[in-house]
């Protein structure tokens, strides 16, 4: 022996993972501690020494609503399989009445309905978006404080076990899933902390690590609480989400508005184009969305209200057609944006069929025309 030692790095990680924690912090604003904590996660199983016997993770996630809990579920679906609904999810509020536990796991043979049930947790339903290289299942239990009894069993069961026997004796196997599970607990005391904060409404950039103590506090009491410690001692880790700040909302705004145009280029009605907001449309979006007890949820109904619905009166009044390029301001003074359209079908390429990556890019480069007709919204 006596071989030369060689100093490792465990701090070091993959590629992959790097790649993952990177897509999900682009996509999930201002809960770096939560995109980690799920990086770490995902690292341990690609090295394939995630612990037998066990799901992945069993994680608790808390905090203010419209924080991004749900969204870091999905948006860990997007990143994994590209799509935000690879996600089994269970709204435990529709499961408030302990036989409804039967619509989850099925019922057993012989019973009335037994054909009829078709249970939502299967190893089917799990494995559906599972490919060659990877086979990891996500499931989300939402609402977990509104769970009936019989369900609190299951979920007891699934935590410590990885197992669950369904309603035919078949069994479910959970040990390849990560179990994310969300709860309001103690939303309105959160919600009452961050408004109380008025670096939030106000915009001042300040420290906001007390006001993440006092919610860490609150949510983590408010958990220990409601929940048993049998429950509490199968959490891997409780989560809890930061209220999200000015800064943040505005990062929001740019990838909500980016997922707007995703969805206009993935309509099938054959009228993609691509719109483009004007700095003071921008401000007004986020005016009209920030709300300080609502989170981002807000700031999604005011780009529903002010975006989609006019845009889709605008499409189906044939105002926007294929290939045009609209942008949206909002003048001084006044209540909603307006819409123009600069030359029709500026994005379109004579002789060639529509490509939205390369509209996109024409628009975001200023190739297209440059003459403004205003389009009015049948919503005036
Ligand atoms: N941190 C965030 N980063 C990016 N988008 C966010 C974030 N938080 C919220 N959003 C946006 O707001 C929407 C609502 O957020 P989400 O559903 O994740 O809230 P939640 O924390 O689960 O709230 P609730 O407790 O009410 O269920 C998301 O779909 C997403 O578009
Ligand atoms: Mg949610």
Request: proline fraction near 4%; glycine fraction near 8%; charged fraction near 25%.
């Amino acid at each position: 022996m006596g071989g030369m030692k060689l100093m490792l790095d465990p701090g070091r990680r993959s590629s992959e993972v790097e790649f993952f924690e990177e897509s999900l912090r682009r996509k999930v604003v201002g809960q770096d501690r939560a995109v980690r904590q799920l990086a770490r996660i995902y690292q341990v199983f690609r090295a394939g020494i995630s612990a037998p016997g066990h799901p992945l993770a069993n994680l608790l996630l808390l905090g203010p609503t419209g924080s991004g809990k749900t969204r870091l579920v999905e948006a860990a679906a997007e990143v994994l399989f590209g799509e935000e609904r690879a996600v089994l999810k269970i709204d435990c509020a529709e499961f408030q009445h302990s036989h409804e536990i039967s619509k989850l796991i099925g019922s057993p043979p012989g019973y009335l309905g037994h054909r009829e049930t078709h249970p939502l947790i299967t190893q089917e339903a799990l494995d559906q978006y599972h490919t060659d290289t990877l086979k990891v299942s996500l499931i989300l239990f939402d609402e977990i404080e509104k769970a009936s009894d019989a369900l609190w069993q299951l979920l007891l069961g699934i935590l410590d076990k990885a197992t669950l026997t369904l309603g035919d004796n078949q069994r479910v196997d959970l040990s390849r899933s990560m179990i994310f599970m969300t709860s309001n607990l103690g939303s309105q005391e959160m919600a009452n902390l961050v408004e109380g904060s008025l670096g939030f409404v106000s915009g001042v950039e300040r420290d906001n690590t007390d006001l993440d103590q006092k919610i860490y506090k609150t949510a983590s009491e408010a958990a220990r609480r409601k929940f048993s410690p049998e429950f509490m001692n199968r959490i891997d880790r409780v989560i809890v989400f930061r209220s999200l700040q000015r800064d943040h909302l505005e990062s929001i705004l740019e990838i909500e508005i980016e997922r707007i145009q995703e969805r206009i280029m993935k309509s099938t009605a054959g009228k993609q184009f691509v719109f483009q907001c004007t700095p003071a449309a921008r401000d007004f979006l986020l005016q009209e969305g920030t709300d300080a007890k609502y989170g981002a949820r807000h700031l999604k109904r005011a780009l529903e209200r002010h975006l989609v619905f006019p845009i889709s009166n605008l499409l189906s009044t044939d105002q926007i057609r294929l290939g045009d390029l609209i942008t949206v301001d909002v003048e001084p003074g006044n209540s909603k944006p307006v819409f123009f359209r600069e030359e029709r079908g500026a994005l379109l390429r004579p002789g060639t069929v529509f490509n939205p990556a390369r509209a996109l890019s024409a628009a975001s480069t200023g190739t297209a025309a440059r003459s403004l007709v205003p389009v009015h919204s049948a919503a005036d």
